[in-house]
């Protein structure tokens, strides 16, 4: 059986449970069902049966400038080099614990990684080209690679079970990851390079950083308005690695609280006890008749929130940012299972015996709604008359209601 299939983009620039969850922890990225009801969370069926596979295209540019290495180009030591930064890189989301993406609980979980020699081994511009394997590239064009972007990658999900693109096996929920493929610039505008060679590569971004981002797209996550995250949209200047360099005792190291948060809520441990904590609310206007102007998204549907604020989860003690999200719905699957605009959130699979302070903002920030709508539109999928997505709403002060006795 082959059932219609989404598929998602989302670019590095330079610079779901049954009944009512709201908005989660994190921004991640979401599937319609075929069959109808509230968004799927996009996530890979991880089996230990059915390793994730993935590959990388080891035909690279031939300017040496733009993939800057120690090894000297075209080598078998340059391979090497590069094959590393992307096992790195993998290892830095399976080393989060708190998940059934972990590399120590859950042993097999991946595919060795595999090597392409093809160019055009990331040849998914259309559903029609989906070959159901996932691999990274280095040396192939795409339209996408529009002004500034350095990486992008596309993610193909399933909206029905039994969906299947390629070789990859029929979708066993909707929402089921069926491919995933990154892209990096290739023509010259930008320079990444190895950690050995970023020191002697001027004006080059770090692949790893790069890597590291574009794989938790690989994993479900759209992005974060989270500065610190890993998964914020932005890539850090070149020359520089985001966070601390993945060690055998700290293998998550690059991650924010943030990005870990994100995994945990993808891939809930159902033995952890330990980061199983929930804060949810929802934010209104202090007028609700400042909502009146916002015109209705769908077939009687009305906004009755403020859809898009960015909430926040910042531990009380260390001051750190534990979790955020894009909030603003909710979803009941046992109703109508139509989104509801109504302000929800809900940051998830946070730490307990601990203290949270809560603040709302609008995304006024370097990172704008136009950086998050796919992950926001893809609430309704643009094709549902019952559903449309409104504009995050950015007009707004914040203002902390006090607690009760």
């Known amino acids: 059986m082959r059932a219609a299939i989404a598929m998602l983009a989302a670019a590095l620039l330079a610079l779901t449970p049954a009944g009512a969850p709201p908005a989660q922890a994190y921004l991640m990225g979401t ?40 090894a000297a180009s075209g080598s078998q030591a340059q391979l090497t080099e590069i094959e590393q930064a992307i096992t790195d890189s993998f290892g830095v989301w399976s080393g989060v614990t708190g998940t059934t993406f972990n590399a120590a609980n859950h042993p097999g979980m991946l595919a060795p ?17 989906a070959d159901g394997l996932n691999t990274i590239c280095f040396n192939q064009s795409s339209l996408a690679f529009s002004s500034g972007v350095l990486a992008f990658t596309r993610v193909i999900t399933a909206d029905a079970p039994g969906a299947s693109v390629g070789a990859s096996d029929a979708a066993v929920f909707a929402g089921q990851i069926l491919d995933a493929d ?21 004006g080059a971004y770090d692949l790893e950083s790069l890597l590291t981002h574009e794989l938790g797209h690989w994993l479900g996550f759209d992005h974060s308005a989270v500065w610190r995250a890993v998964m914020f949209p932005f890539a850090p200047p070149p020359g520089q690695f985001l966070g601390s360099r993945p060690t055998a005792q700290a293998p998550d190291g690059p991650l924010a609280d943030d990005d870990r948060t994100g995994i945990r809520l ?59 999200t894009l909030g603003g719905w909710s979803c009941n699957s046992a109703a109508s299972g139509t989104v509801q605009f109504d302000g929800s959130f809900a940051i998830e699979r946070l730490p307990v015996g601990h203290n949270y302070a809560i603040y709302a903002e609008p995304l006024t920030g370097p990172a704008g ?37």
């Open 182 to 202: 990154t892209l990096f610039r290739n023509d010259g505008q930008a320079k990444f390079a190895t950690r050995a060679a970023l020191g002697s590569a001027p």
């Open 113 to 129: 990684l595999a090597r392409v020699s093809a160019a055009n081994a990331c040849t998914n511009d259309a559903e029609t080209n």
């Open 266 to 324: 993808l891939y809930p441990d159902p033995a952890d006890a330990v980061n199983v904590g929930a804060i949810r609310g929802r934010v209104l206007p202090a007028n609700p008749f400042a909502l009146a102007s916002i015109p209705a998204p769908g077939a009687g549907e009305a906004v009755t929130g403020i859809f898009g604020a960015h909430v926040v989860a910042v531990d009380s003690e260390s001051g750190a940012v534990a979790a955020g």
């Open 31 to 70: 599937t319609l069902p075929q069959a109808g009801g509230c968004p799927a969370l996009d996530r890979w069926n991880l089996s230990l049966a059915s390793p994730l596979s993935r590959r990388w295209s080891t035909s690279l540019p031939t300017a040496q400038v733009t993939l800057a290495t120690v």
């Open 369 to 405: 709604p136009a950086d998050f709508s796919e992950g926001l539109n893809d609430l309704c999928g643009g094709a549902a008359p019952a559903c449309a997505t409104p504009a995050a709403n950015t007009n707004f002060n914040p203002r902390m209601q006090p607690a009760g006795p």
